[in-house]
């Protein structure tokens, strides 16, 4: 009776055991899975951010070159106008 006992015990123990492995193999996959799933939203925010910040440098640029271009137009025309009127002179 006392040797039932002792491997129903074993036996109970192992059982309870197994199911702890099995338990945190699941726990640890889902947790993979969750974290791959934050991973991806993250990255895919980010990117998004990217780009707004890149489509915003992109104006901010063309209206820097914008205006470089209309500084370049008015210095063209003064150089112009003072070498005509070395020519005129």
């Given at each position: 009776?006392?040797?039932?006992?002792?491997?129903e015990?074993?036996?109970?123990?192992?059982?309870?055991?197994?199911?702890?492995?099995?338990?945190?193999?699941?726990?640890?996959a889902?947790?993979?899975?969750?974290?791959?799933?934050?991973?991806?939203?993250?990255?895919?925010?980010?990117?998004?951010?990217?780009?707004?910040?890149?489509?915003?440098?992109?104006?901010?640029?063309?209206?820097?070159?914008?205006?470089?271009?209309?500084?370049?137009?008015?210095?063209a025309?003064i150089?112009?106008?003072?070498?005509?009127?070395?020519?005129?002179?």
């Amino acid at each position: 009776m006392k040797e039932a006992a002792e491997r129903e015990k074993e036996r109970a123990l192992r059982e309870s055991r197994r199911e702890v492995l099995e338990l945190q193999e699941r726990l640890r996959a889902e947790a993979e899975e969750r974290g791959a799933a934050v991973l991806r939203t993250s990255e895919e925010a980010l990117a998004r951010e990217r780009d707004a910040v890149l489509a915003k440098g992109r104006k901010e640029a063309d209206a820097r070159r914008a205006a470089g271009m209309g500084n370049v137009d008015r210095a063209a025309d003064i150089v112009i106008a003072k070498f005509q009127g070395a020519l005129d002179a």
